[in-house]
């Protein structure tokens, strides 16, 4: 698939604590690898992934991942910026990530679109026995908040592709609707400027037909003045002669 060639360009974002997996996620969906020994990411990273729809349109994922960290949550204002999905992740093998999914989502809410689209991520799901957050719970706080959710494991790839498929799908649904909302809107407009110029004609008409039937009552008028006067010509010649 070319680079320059795709239908949309979308923005995702990877928020959530330090050490969750957010860039192994990352590495592993767009080039399909796993580094045990990752170290904290500085600054801001970006991959892009080219991915066909099932109505054949193509879409380029820009992909943004940052360090969890508190330090560097300065950037947040332009990371968010013109992002139309994100991908919030925990660690099923650690409660307090999971805890704090509930400040990085306020985060979320003061910074990014009111569209964007958030799926909430469960990752390291290979640890089964270290797991400190059932399914069940995050599935009902994900409920709560109204977010799409899924567990996933960057070692194994469990879920990888789906999570993020996932939240392009729902990106489209939102575009689809509001490029509809939009074309809605020109076919009203144009609705609206049609029978703004059928009533200007009216009205155009209308005031022809005024002027028209006023130089018919002054043709009147003047007929009816030369017959007065011939009449009265015609009597006075009478009664001169
Ligand atoms: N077992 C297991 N380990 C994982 C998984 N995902 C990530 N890790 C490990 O967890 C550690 C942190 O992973 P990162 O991907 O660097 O985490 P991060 O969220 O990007 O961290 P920051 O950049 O500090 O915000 C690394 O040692 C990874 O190898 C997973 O699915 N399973
Ligand atoms: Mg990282």
């Given at each position: 698939m070319q680079e320059d060639e795709y239908d949309y360009l979308f923005k995702l974002v990877m928020i959530g604590?330090?050490?969750?997996g957010k860039t192994n996620l990352l590495m592993r969906y767009t080039k399909d690898e796993f580094d045990n020994n990752t170290v904290t990411t500085v600054g801001v990273q970006f991959a892009r992934k080219m991915i066909q729809l099932e109505n054949k349109q193509i879409v380029k994922a820009q992909i943004w991942d940052t360090a969890?960290?508190?330090?560097?949550?300065?950037?947040?204002n332009v990371y968010y910026?013109?992002?139309?999905?994100?991908?919030l992740v925990y660690d099923i093998t650690d409660r307090k990530s999971f805890q704090n999914t509930s400040l990085w989502l306020k985060e979320l809410r003061q910074h990014?679109?009111?569209n964007l689209v958030v799926l909430l991520v469960g990752n390291k799901v290979d640890l089964v026995e270290k797991r400190e957050v059932t399914k069940e719970e995050a599935a009902q706080f994900a409920e709560d908040q109204h977010l799409a959710f899924v567990e996933t494991s960057a070692l194994d790839g469990n879920n990888v592709d789906l999570a993020y498929e996932r939240v392009i799908k729902e990106i489209q649904k939102v575009v689809l609707a509001q490029e509809q909302q939009e074309s809605q809107e020109i076919e009203m407009n144009k609705h609206q400027q049609q029978s703004n110029q059928y009533q200007d004609q009216g009205i155009r008409k209308s005031y022809i037909n005024t002027k028209k039937k006023e130089v018919n009552d002054m043709k009147l008028s003047v007929i009816g003045e030369d017959t007065y006067n011939q009449k009265k010509k015609k009597k006075n010649s009478k009664c001169c002669d």
């Open positions: 604590d330090s050490r969750v969890g960290q508190e330090r560097y949550r300065s950037i947040s910026r013109g992002a139309s999905g994100a991908l990014a679109d009111n």
